[in-house]
């Protein structure tokens, strides 16, 4: 009976034992950098269902993204769908006429230059020798193609654009636009404006033939792209045969990912996590963009038409935290919708200051009081309620929900997240009071774009019914304003408008980083948001 | 009495003694869980939702014994009003399993018939279907939240309990004290309630107390997926999601939560194997 017994304790003894080792070792496995063949069997195994994988000699580049997917409406590379052009010029793959340089001035890119001829029009010299993926030289016939199909199945486009009629001869498109559209070089360079080969067509997965360094081979909604080199690349070598683009929505995973040596390169690493990749081997290239973390008020909610509750929600969200202890420094607290390195930015705009003791003081002169005790303002015996609505595929988000809720609870709100992936169709059935989301305020260095998408009457993604008769007549302004200072007078008044009437408000712009691996070169972080992989991108 | 069966009757006694002393000590530790739980509220050394930005990621000591979050509120805090969430809904879910699983099980082995064949069949349903990804797919439908979560557990727990029931009913109805009670007249409702509950409750009890540990997990799980508990309210689950990212950098922010359910999951899974040892000894490790 006693052997039995010990036999027992002897087997529990060595399982456990046999269990702790298994569980180190399986946590310590770390891939040693002296053993390359250890990584690239990994990678080759995390891409077994990839039909091509690396041959002898070939350089394959590995890189982790948290955008590709549909919930950023970012499904395929097609550029004239949704944003999916962000995901085209991204990867390499598409090319726009005219490009940013790293203070967001306009170079030439796929076209040499351009002349506006009068205020409606406009002729545009397109690069010699470029050819698209698909064998077709680029001329202006191409282009033409390509606007005249972009406009007729992008609304964003078509109502930025403007166009009425595109002439086409040989290297020289001449573009009349229906009304003055003084930023149009600036809209043609959006990465809807990628040229692509409408002859080649989107094929049914969203795949496009363009001109850039990259041409995909594969794609699939949420779960990445295989590209190859563009062998016939018009500006210069490529340097790597194949890059697979991973979408790793999960922040850690990506990490750990970066870790293991399973990936080159990242972009969407969560701020908690960039201080692993501070030291040697990897690198982190970081850059102030307008992307911005902001809240749009709905204003079919009868509880946010009252002034003073909004300018109260504004007054209470303490933006100077979120940036420096949320964020990890990674950002700047914003007033306007537009960063202070632009010239109509932030410092040229003021906006409600965090104060809660102020905004308490606002709900009761609104009425709001806390009648019950339980620490929410209530009226009529309504508490005040606010749906927030915003989604998880930008880490920071559910971060400013969260801190929110604690800062509007200090002066009485109750905030319901709703931190969702379904978020678009929450906000198509207004199902909600603020709707926080993330955006490039100025992709195309102008300021126009924001509010034309999103503050007037007929902005295509105006979600909260914002109006503002001040707005249209400054609008209509800066519509035909092609001096640039005139341009940034106007667009610091329009913001000014937005932020005394707290139609919208701004919590922090985004400091933008990517990590490289060991021994890759030319990924940088570029201020517009959407250059990452370029020719210039090599791994050694 | 020959020396042989002096032996037995000591030993007897002596297994008696030792499980009395466990069920006092793990039913003491099940019982300190369970009342740390309910008075979380005035056991917490700080406010557990009080965000404090100038005090985050604080390490464990500096006035925070288990640290702070990334929102700077005491892990502490949290930890104990956690228990509240987490234990509390795992035993609602128990409850709610049990009564419903047990009724009808009851009803089905008491019964009989078309009806007893039609509801094992759709437990068979539910049984074929793997348990979590049912539940997650349940809460999904219903959006999350932790009332919702329980729902979705409760969906999927509560055959067990019907074919437990069922069986131990079925056994018993035809025992000579159920006819006996028959012949004296009594109704179906007296017997269920007078004859077969008591008779059945033990393989019952014992299942609801050993299934608590691993209702806290699935519970937990839900959170950790986004399917439970909302934020900020304080879950155990949550608070290990939420704290993912840190688990390198600052990893007292997941440590503290995980630790909390195994150790909350070990004294109620130890607890449930005692009270298992009491109420049924046939089943006790010889």
Redesign the interface.
């Known amino acids: 009976m006693e052997r039995k017994c010990l036999w027992k304790k002897t087997g529990v003894i060595l399982l456990t034992l046999t269990m702790t080792a298994g569980l180190l070792t399986g946590c310590g496995g770390k891939s040693s950098s002296s053993d390359p063949s250890a990584s690239t069997e990994k990678k080759e195994q995390a891409n077994d269902n990839d039909a091509s994988s690396a041959s002898e000699g070939e350089k394959v580049f590995y890189y982790g993204d948290t955008t590709f997917n549909a919930e950023n409406d970012e499904p395929d590379v097609n550029p004239h769908y949704g944003y999916s052009g962000w995901a085209c010029i991204r990867y390499g793959i598409g090319e726009t006429l005219f490009k940013y340089s790293d203070s967001m001035e306009l170079e030439p890119w796929l076209a040499t230059e351009y002349e506006n001829v009068d205020e409606n029009t406009w002729t545009i010299t397109l690069r010699d020798g470029v050819t698209f993926t698909s064998g077709r030289a680029l001329d202006a016939e191409a282009v033409k193609e390509c606007l005249d199909d972009l406009v007729n199945v992008h609304e964003r486009a078509k109502g930025d654009l403007k166009i009425k009629g595109m002439t086409a001869d040989g290297q020289t498109l001449t573009i009349e636009t229906q009304e003055p559209v003084p930023a149009l070089i600036n809209y043609l360079s959006d990465p809807y404006g990628c040229i692509i080969d409408m002859e080649a067509g989107v094929t049914d997965d969203g795949n496009v033939s363009a001109t850039g360094p990259y041409q995909a081979t594969k794609v699939e909604t949420d779960k990445g792209l295989t590209l190859i080199k563009n062998e016939d690349y018009w500006n210069g070598t490529p340097h790597l045969d194949t890059i697979y683009v991973k979408t790793i929505t999960d922040g850690d995973t990506m990490t750990m990912s970066m870790q293991s040596g399973e990936l080159d390169g990242a972009y969407g690493l969560p701020y908690a996590s960039l201080s692993l990749f501070e030291n040697d081997p990897y690198t982190i290239s970081s850059v102030e963009t307008s992307r911005s973390f902001y809240g749009t008020i709905n204003y079919e909610s009868e509880i946010l038409q009252d002034e003073n509750v909004r300018r109260a929600i504004a007054g209470a969200i303490d933006k100077e935290n979120f940036t420096r202890v949320l964020m990890n420094g990674n950002g700047s607290p914003a007033v306007g919708p537009f960063p202070a390195s632009f010239t109509f930015g932030d410092s040229t705009v003021t906006a409600q200051e965090y104060d809660p003791e102020f905004s308490k003081k606002l709900l009761a002169d609104a009425g709001w009081k806390d009648t019950d005790g339980d620490g929410y303002v209530e009226k009529d015996g309504e508490k005040l309620t606010i749906r927030w609505l915003t989604y998880p595929s930008r880490q920071e988000l559910p971060l400013l929900a969260e801190s929110v809720q604690a800062t509007l609870k200090e002066i009485g709100i109750d905030v319901q997240v709703n931190n969702t992936a379904n978020h678009l169709d929450f906000v198509d059935s207004g199902d909600w009071d603020i709707y926080a989301s993330a955006m490039v305020t100025a992709p195309t260095g102008d300021p126009e774009y924001f509010f034309t998408t999103h503050c007037l009457d007929d902005s295509t993604v105006n979600w909260g019914g914002y109006h503002s008769d001040k707005l249209e007549k400054l609008e209509e302004k800066m519509s035909i304003a092609f001096d640039a200072e005139e341009r940034s007078e106007l667009a610091t008044q329009m913001a000014q408008t937005i932020l005394d009437d707290n139609g919208y408000i701004f919590a922090s712009h985004l400091k933008m980083s990517i990590v490289s691996g060991e021994g890759v070169t030319g990924l940088t972080a570029h201020p517009c948001d959407y250059y990452e992989i370029t020719a210039d991108l090599d791994k050694n | 009495m020959s020396m042989e069966e002096k032996i037995t009757v000591r030993k007897q006694k002596v297994v008696k003694s030792h499980t009395r002393q466990k069920l006092f000590f793990f039913g003491g530790l099940a019982i300190a869980v369970l009342l740390v739980a309910a008075f979380a509220p005035y056991l917490t050394p700080y406010d557990p ?3 404090d ?2 005090k ?1 990621l604080l390490p464990p000591g500096n006035g925070h014994l288990l640290g702070t979050d ?3 509120r005491d892990m502490l805090s949290r930890v104990i009003m956690g228990s509240q969430t987490t234990i509390f809904s795992a035993l609602l879910l128990v409850v709610i399993i049990t009564i419903v699983g047990g009724a009808v099980g009851i009803f089905c082995g008491w019964h009989g018939g078309k009806l007893d064949a039609f509801l094992m069949r759709v437990s068979d349903i539910f049984l074929a279907f793997p348990g979590m990804v049912f539940a997650i797919a349940v809460a999904s439908v219903l959006s999350g939240g932790v009332i919702n979560a329980v729902v979705a557990l409760a969906c999927i727990s509560w055959p067990k309990y019907a074919r437990i029931t069922r069986s131990q009913a079925m056994m018993i109805k035809h025992l000579p004290y159920i006819s006996a009670a028959k012949l004296s007249g009594s109704g179906t409702w007296k017997i269920v309630w007078k004859h077969i509950v008591p008779n059945i409750a033990g393989p019952v009890i014992v299942t609801a107390v050993l299934d608590i540990g691993t209702m806290i997990m699935e519970i937990a799980g839900l959170s950790f997926l ?1 399917l439970g508990a ?3 309210t304080a879950e155990w689950g949550s608070m290990m999601s939420n704290g ?7 990893p007292w922010v997941i440590l503290s939560p995980g630790c909390a359910i195994f150790l909350t999951v070990i004294i109620f899974n130890l607890a449930g194997d005692t009270v298992r040892d009491v109420l049924d000894p046939k089943q006790r490790k010889r």
């Open positions: 939702y009080e965000q930005l100038s985050a990334r929102y700077g986004g909302a934020p900020p993912r990212s840190m688990l390198q950098t600052s």
